[in-house]
């Protein structure tokens, strides 16, 4: 295990980090209104920067990488209330600042556009998004080859018992973020950090394509910052993880049953004992990172059942010393 | 934490622990949207709303009418608020908004662009600019309203007044039609100067508060001038500021440094002093910028509103240009104007009809909403992250907090605690960036596996010998044990297979040799598990020779052998996976002795395979889980979705792992429709013949024969065979072939291998 420190060059926080489908290159986004695209050297062994860009106007909060079927397609959102499409124009030089060019411009929403995720490949080129004003909304680019036109699918309150009278919101009291079922075996579903209300909640496509209220996460004392459904790879149940402001990571266990799923919590870490930011599970979904305000990113997997070890283990802890550069514990 | 703790520690509660204010006040009352009819003044219509949570900071006058503008007396308890149709003085307080009186008459019914309180000799004065050029200095002295005097010298629309702060007769006014003028309001003459903006629509003036002698102005075409009034003829500095329209400027109370703001979204800081014709600091904000002032006692921080789109009230500090530090969203439109009352009190109106008296307190801090670290995974478990160091005075911060009791008073007194008087400087990220590489996912041996696996169900026995090899190969002995099990489950049971065995023989014996005498860096840790691996090739190997003796005498045995292993077998049922390694190897033995290799026959295989893909299911190794379906085939009972998923996830990592031979190969074998219709969606090659250049559409002869010159499509350059599997061609010529013919071909030669003549090699 080793840690390989770069300098990211930005001039401000960095909000999000997206590996593209290969893991060749990746994506950083932050407050000082630009993304950053990264690449692997295999000259150097680092990573290199290839092309940098003023995306917003407005600190960015989230960016997504589309699945390579349709294209080298990145997606932004940001505190200016505007998701953006971008696309590789190969043509143009590395480093020009001219090698993503702006496709569209998703300008529906209320309030700051505060997550983003595109759906599994197997359900077309769709986006959804959560922003401050709680609405859920989902975007689809019906002619793939066309980026530039995106078509609003569908615009879901998520406050269940609010959606009759729409709230005079404040913005900066809420909080959401979101996720999509990776499964292609159920009707889509999307699990959503509901702000206020202090929970998590799964929305489910019916068969009328209508997007309705399911099963509630619950348990969390403060708002939900992330959450992310671990990639299925053909295990019996879900997985769903949490980071809260409560300073918790939970792990939700999901088994299907005849109406839905039957939601257990199998555990409840508070190691962090700061706000937790960020939860994130590996490619194959049997690891968890989460970030926290303790500067720590922390590595979860779940015990082996055969040792008789029961919920998730911490295995490793990746920090940020302040003589050293950094460091990982193990 | 209790849910009144909570709520206590909440920077905006939602029921307020001071909620017994409102019985000491009874103009304060805390219900969301309350409106509150002062009975004092029973002439006002007006509403008052407070709004709920933060009654003791925020008060909202509603003043009927959008507002475009506001000022407020030298001494700071009067307010002029503007509008369409009103022209209203407010008496406010810490307390309460109450209404003086209405300025708005008969005679004068044109929208103010903006009004000015005056100052010193015209503290009774005000003035208003509107859209016609007129500009109206009203007296409101001695309780009189009355106006004072008309001045109609702009042929356009007045767009900013300002009177000199230190000499309150002096006034400036911007206007629409490039002109600048000053008028000393002793006297009745027209303007003293007119200042030449040099044909260039004049947005905002606004005089030094420290040498009185000088002026900013701010252009439609994006510069800003610093003028001095003794020399009206020409300005002393111009700067090009932005791009488009600068629609504010506002001097800094040091004097040399101006901020401006601009349709361009920039808030732009200069110092007048300096020769450079760049900004200062620059301030990206999301919006185009109206208005911009200086935060008093507060040397780095500036507060904007929006033209357009945004009803927020943003305070930057010029150190942190790219989030604000605090935003007021009160307002329920466009905020039109604001003015500090002093540092924590900000004063707004809006087209939302409201003014508002906002206390520092109840703004948000951006920077608590933004998450200061982020996670990525990629495909080879890297992980790319950025962490902020931990403040540790937050957490001290949390510790006092956590110490005060949830009490009315108290809550005050933390509410001024936390209300942020001092910035704490942030001129260097504490953020850090990092790639942490973690040896969970060794994708090595993942391709190494991929890419020389057999999938191939038709002889089991030889193909688990192989795989077992390959998986010891890369070091993953309990895998090679598992492909071990299954040849035993597997291989040499059915008796199909076992006539496969007894003709492979000696093929899988090499193999089986060959996994042994090879083994890899044989470390101290593996030997028990290697030796094993060995123990079970010897009697392998024992099975075979057992088989090559007896054959044809197996199945005449084979009931009886069937009873006599019956109790095994449930032993074997109940064992977990460790015992039941133990088990076969023992009952290996036993085969071993009797030389009979029907035992394993009755084995409850499919709980023991289920639990077994069940394992490898939980860890992720979704390749094992496929390569066992696709070896074992339809010996397998379990549920088609399941297997589907394992299918799409493991086409998926050898996608990601850009493995797309193997995934091919893996799509193709599989006889899932779903999973094979996965090689014919979305696939679209044009080309053409490379015998007549016609381009090759789906017709009668179904790709095989162009349609034109009837010949054989595309055959092998090289060794003119149809080519199977991977076939490359020019794009320019249309000739190609084998892969590795063209490989070999183009390595020396640079020209067609056909001899057309076309340089090919670039395009290969």
């Known amino acids: ?330 | 934490m209790s849910d009144h703790l909570k709520n206590f520690f909440d920077p905006r509660p939602s029921t307020p622990p001071w909620s017994n204010f409102s019985t000491t006040n009874p103009h304060f009352t805390i219900a969301a949207n309350h409106t509150w009819n002062d009975t004092s003044h029973s002439s006002s219509k007006e509403n008052q709303i407070l709004e709920k949570a933060s009654a003791i900071f925020v008060i909202k006058h509603n003043l009927n009418s959008s507002l475009t503008a506001l000022s407020a007396s030298p001494d700071h308890n009067h307010i002029v608020v503007a509008g369409r149709e009103v022209l209203k003085v407010l008496n406010v307080s810490e307390r309460e908004i109450t209404e003086e009186f209405n300025l708005k008459n008969r005679s004068f019914n044109k929208v103010s662009n903006d009004v000015k309180w005056g100052n010193i000799s015209t503290k009774n004065k005000i003035a208003t600019a509107a859209t016609n050029g007129t500009i109206v200095i009203w007296d409101i002295g001695n309780g009189r309203t009355k106006i004072d005097r008309k001045i109609d010298e702009h042929s356009r629309a007045v767009n900013r007044i300002c009177f000199n702060p230190t000499n309150g007769s002096m006034l400036l006014s911007a206007s629409q039609d490039c002109t600048m003028k000053l008028w000393d309001l002793r006297e009745s003459d027209p303007a003293k100067f007119t200042f030449e903006g040099k044909c260039e629509n004049v947005r905002d003036v606004q005089f030094n508060s420290i040498n009185q002698n000088e002026f900013a102005a701010a252009f439609e075409n994006g510069a800003i001038q610093k003028w001095d009034i003794r020399k009206p003829s020409i300005h002393e500095r111009k700067l090009n500021a932005h791009i488009g329209p600068v629609l504010a400027v506002d001097w800094h109370s040091d004097g040399r440094t101006i901020a401006s703001g601009g349709r361009d979204k920039f808030i732009k800081i200069w110092d007048m002093n300096s020769d450079s014709r760049n900004p200062r600091d620059i301030i990206g904000s999301m919006t185009s910028i109206a208005r911009v002032q200086w935060r008093p006692n507060h040397p780095n921080e500036i507060a904007s509103c929006a033209l357009l789109s945004d009803n927020r009230i943003f305070i930057w500090n010029i150190r942190r240009p790219f989030i604000a530090s605090y935003y007021f969203a009160e307002h329920e439109d466009v905020p039109t104007g604001f003015l500090w009352h002093d540092s924590d009190v900000l004063w707004s109106c809006s087209k939302d009809k409201i003014f508002i008296q906002q206390h520092m307190s109840d703004s948000y801090r951006p920077l608590d909403l933004l998450s200061k670290c982020s996670i990525g995974w990629s495909v080879y478990d890297k992980i790319a992250f950025s962490i902020e160091k931990p403040n540790d005075s937050i957490a001290e911060d949390q510790q006092v907090s956590r110490s005060i009791p949830p009490s009315g008073n108290q809550f005050r007194i933390m509410q001024k605690r936390i209300s942020p008087n001092i910035i704490e400087p942030r001129n260097e990220l504490q953020q850090k960036t990092g790639i942490a590489s973690l040896p969970t996912f060794d994708h090595k041996a993942f391709s190494y596996l991929a890419e020389n696996y057999i999938i191939s169900s038709r002889d089991i026995w030889s193909v688990c010998e192989h795989n077992a090899k390959i998986a010891w190969d890369v070091q993953r002995f309990r895998t090679a044990q598992t492909w071990k099990i299954i040849q035993l489950l597997y291989g040499i049971l059915e008796p199909v297979d076992k006539n496969t065995t007894y003709n492979d023989k000696e093929g899988t014996n090499s193999l089986s040799k060959d996994s042994t005498s090879t083994n890899p860096d044989k470390s101290s840790g593996e030997i028990k598990e290697s030796d094993s691996i060995k123990d079970l090739n010897t009697l392998t190997e024992k099975h075979d020779e057992a088989l090559d003796d007896d054959v044809e005498s197996v199945d005449d045995n084979e009931y009886d052998e069937e009873e006599e292993f019956g109790q095994v077998e449930d032993r074997i049922k109940d064992s977990g996976v460790q015992q039941r390694r133990t088990t076969i190897k023992m009952k290996s033995h036993t085969v071993q002795a009797t030389y009979n290799s029907t035992l394993c026959q009755n084995w409850d295989k499919e709980s023991i395979m289920s639990q077994l893909l069940d394992y490898y299911a939980e860890q992720g190794d979704v390749q094992m889980c496929v390569t066992l379906m696709l070896v074992l085939g339809d010996r397998i009972k379990i549920s088609q979705e399941r297997v589907e998923q394992w299918f799409f996830s493991y086409i998926e990592l050898l996608h990601r792992f850009q493995l797309w031979c193997a995934a091919t190969y893996i799509i193709s074998s599989c006889r899932i429709p779903s999973v094979e219709m996965m090689n014919q969606q979305s696939t679209t090659i044009y080309t053409t013949c490379n015998n007549c250049f016609r381009p090759i559409l789906n017709s009668r002869c179904r790709y095989w024969i162009c349609d034109k010159c009837r010949k054989m499509l595309n055959p092998c350059s090289i060794c003119h065979n149809t080519v199977k599997g991977l076939y490359t061609w020019c794009q320019g010529c249309s000739h190609g072939g084998h892969l590795a013919h063209m490989k070999e071909w183009f390595s020396v030669n640079d020209e067609c291998p056909t001899g057309c003549g076309h340089n090919c090699s670039g395009r290969i």
């Open chain 1, 1 to 330: 295990m080793s840690v390989q420190p770069f300098d990211s060059l930005h001039e401000d926080l960095i909000h999000d980090v997206a590996y593209d489908f290969y893991g060749k290159r990746f994506v950083t986004c932050s407050s000082d209104q630009k993304l950053k695209v990264w690449e692997f050297s295999q000259d150097t062994n680092n990573w290199e920067l290839v092309d940098s860009w003023k995306a917003h106007e407005s600190s960015i909060l989230k960016v997504a990488w589309a699945h390579p079927e349709f294209g080298q397609v990145i997606a932004s959102c940001s505190f200016d209330r505007s998701i953006r499409i971008w696309e590789e124009q190969e043509h143009e030089l590395k480093n020009s600042g001219k090698r993503w060019l702006e496709k569209a411009r998703l300008i529906e929403s209320k309030g700051s556009v505060q997550d983003i995720a595109f759906a599994p490949n197997f359900l077309g080129l769709r986006l959804a998004s959560i922003a401050a004003d709680g609405v859920l909304r989902i975007f689809e680019a019906l002619e793939v080859s066309n980026l530039a036109h995106w078509t609003l699918m569908d615009e879901v309150h998520v406050h269940v018992s609010r959606s009759s009278n729409p709230p005079a919101f404040k913005e900066a009291e809420e909080n959401y973020c979101l996720s999509w079922c990776p499964s292609r075996y159920q009707s889509p579903m999307i699990v959503i950090g509901c702000g206020k209300e202090n929970n998590a909640r799964i929305f489910r496509c019916d068969q009328n394509n209508k997007w309705r209220p399911c099963e509630v996460l619950d348990g969390h004392e403060d708002l939900v910052n992330d959450v992310d459904w671990a990639p299925n790879m053909g295990r019996s149940y879900h997985l769903i993880a949490t980071a809260s402001k409560d300073h918790r990571v939970r792990i939700y266990k999901l088994l299907s049953n005849k109406d839905g799923f039957k939601v257990e919590l199998v555990a409840d870490l508070n190691d962090h004992r700061t706000e937790v930011w960020k939860v994130k599970w590996n490619v194959t979904g049997t690891i968890l990172s989460s970030a926290g305000d303790d500067g720590k990113v922390r590595l979860w997997k779940a015990g082996n059942k055969a040792e008789n070890e029961e919920g998730f283990k911490c295995i490793g802890i990746v920090c940020n010393d302040r003589q050293s550069n950094d460091t990982m514990e193990i």
